[in-house]
């Protein structure tokens, strides 16, 4: 009896500090960037950045719709884990993203890890943009890094636990999150390969055109193949070629223009958030850019979707 109650005391004691390594290890992440180099900060591009700051859709999530200062956070977006606020990423000393390094920007984006080390949520979208090149990443910054600096001070997201430990992310990323860089399919051609870098990490499409599990995660089987349950609540198309629910009639010219001008082939406009996708992201695009965009969707599996039904 004695030897068991012995065991027991040793059992309970190791599982409380492996469970406490564990609660280490999620709530301090390693993630090891290297520092960036000199020639590659000189480098840096601002016009390049501007470009895939469209590209990227930064001020879709990061501005106020109405009256907000450009990038100075704000907006809060409703999901099924509660609401979450955006954050401030002007240059701003105290309450933006301005006392930033090169490696701090990156390993925001590539892993989802801020410069204190906490997990930020899946929220925000650096499970597409880990995909970043790291010149991209560099560009991206230094072309945010010459607009104004907004003092507005970050507000708290509500969301009820589990959902709101940052440390518990650490776990879903084990299970959801495959960080790094894009990798170019050797065997399509650069169009191709430019379009699924523009949907699968700049323009991160998947993040809302995709259904998610019940932890929140992209079911990549599913990719592109549209929701009922977007952002607000919202009906979400099906991006792939399926000729009865997705793009299959469009494909050949028609999604070009949508990209470019919001106009549909029946003479109709896009509404809700898509219009600010294309007002403020892909209308900024070169024409190159979206038709790569479009070979990219056509190339992909025709899945149908019930995304207009009813709930």
Not at 104 to 124: C, K, N, Q, W
């Amino acid at each position: 009896m004695k030897k068991y109650k012995r065991f027991t005391v040793v059992g309970t004691v190791g599982l409380l500090i492996g469970g406490l390594v564990v609660y280490y290890w999620a709530a301090n992440p390693a993630t090891e960037i290297s520092p960036v180099s000199p020639e590659a900060v000189a480098d840096a591009s601002i016009e390049r950045g501007q470009y895939l700051y469209y590209a990227a859709g930064c001020q879709n999530c990061h501005t106020q719709p109405k009256g907000g200062k450009l990038l100075a956070g704000g907006r809060r977006l409703k999901t099924p884990f509660g609401e979450f606020v955006t954050p401030n990423i002007t240059p701003d000393l105290e309450f933006g993203i301005g006392a930033w390094r090169d490696e701090d920007f990156i390993r925001a984006l590539r892993y989802g890890v801020s410069p204190r080390g906490e997990h930020y949520f899946p929220v925000f979208p650096y499970t597409s943009y880990s995909a970043m090149s790291d010149r991209d990443m560099l560009d991206l910054k230094a072309y945010l890094f010459s607009l104004p600096a907004v003092a507005r001070a970050n507000q708290a997201h509500a969301v009820s636990p589990p959902f709101g430990w940052r440390f518990a992310v650490a776990f879903w990323k084990m299970l959801f999150f495959d960080p790094g860089p894009f990798q170019a399919t050797s065997a399509q051609n650069a169009q191709w390969n430019r379009g699924a870098y523009l949907v699968r990490a700049l323009g991160h499409c998947g993040e809302c055109h995709t259904p998610r599990n019940v932890l929140g995660a992209m079911d990549n089987s599913r990719e592109l193949s549209g929701t009922k349950n977007g952002p607000e609540g919202g009906k979400i198309p099906n991006l792939t070629p399926d000729r009865e629910t997705g793009l299959g009639k469009w494909l050949g010219g028609d999604v070009v223009t949508v990209l470019e001008m919001g106009m549909l082939p029946d003479g109709d406009f896009v509404g809700s958030v898509m219009t600010e996708v294309v007002d403020n992201a892909t209308s900024h695009l070169s024409d190159e850019d979206r038709k790569a965009i479009e070979v990219y969707l056509g190339s992909r599996p025709h899945i149908k979707s019930d995304w207009r039904d009813k709930k």
